[in-house]
């Protein structure tokens, strides 16, 4: 469950120092992301950093269509860490539709630490969620409960642990920004979702992977035994689970002589939301073969 954790510290510290202590920590689990905290809460009562911050920052600007939109910052990417800085802009209720920031259930497949530094802060509804009875197949229903509605004012840290804590972010009254640590993963067990708050069930994915399953697809189109090993070296060895799915889907679409051999691989995986993606692939063509034979 999200925390919210004490710090009552008044000292400030500089960018360079808090480099040097997440540097220092070096996180070994997401629970160590907790002894971060009073840095993180010294960093956030220097007024000045983000200011000096966003200056530097607008001075690198010399590309002409360089955009200000994205809202999420990440000064600096450490061995076991990822210091990030997100804005939470004022957004009028009616365009709600045409952004994802808010109104938009998710969990996080990462632990983080994360900080108000200025603004009121945005409004969360948040939820404990059964992750690991979830293979995080879009469609399937999730157990999710309620713990609480908050908000992250300036100086408020929260901790949330990876897979468990999902929640709805809602527009703050004014312009908003939170300074986040996140402990840095290098393999991926756990599957970050979206949900439909309706039925309860798993909606997406936040992160997209167009590019690689285009390109697994093209190989496929293309290739050869050379590129086909490459292919099922991704997808038993990537350490995202879900382009593991994606690599075994292709294989498996384009190679109907080695489907069994690629399907027996591919449900031996480490990670039930590939067994569970693989195995509702194999029921699919199944089907589909089996349509085919009686329209004949
Ligand atoms: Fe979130």
Redesign the pocket.
Known sequence: MVRTVECRTELAIPLDEFYSLCDRAGLQSEEDLEGLVPALKQLANNSQFLEQYFCDYLKDLSEPEHSFLPPVFMPRIGESYIFRIVIWPVIDPAERGNQLLYHYP?N?DVGFITCGYTGSGYHTDIYSFDYEHCTGLVGEEVDLEFQESTMLPPGKIMQYKAGTDM?I?YPPEELSVSLNVIKREARKNIVECSFDMDKRTVMGHSIKIPVQESVFNAVCTLGNENSKDVLIDIAQRHPFMRVRAAAWHALIEFNPADRDYLFSKAVADEHSHVRAYTDTLKRNIEKQELALASSQ
């Open positions: 998710h996080h929640h972010q």
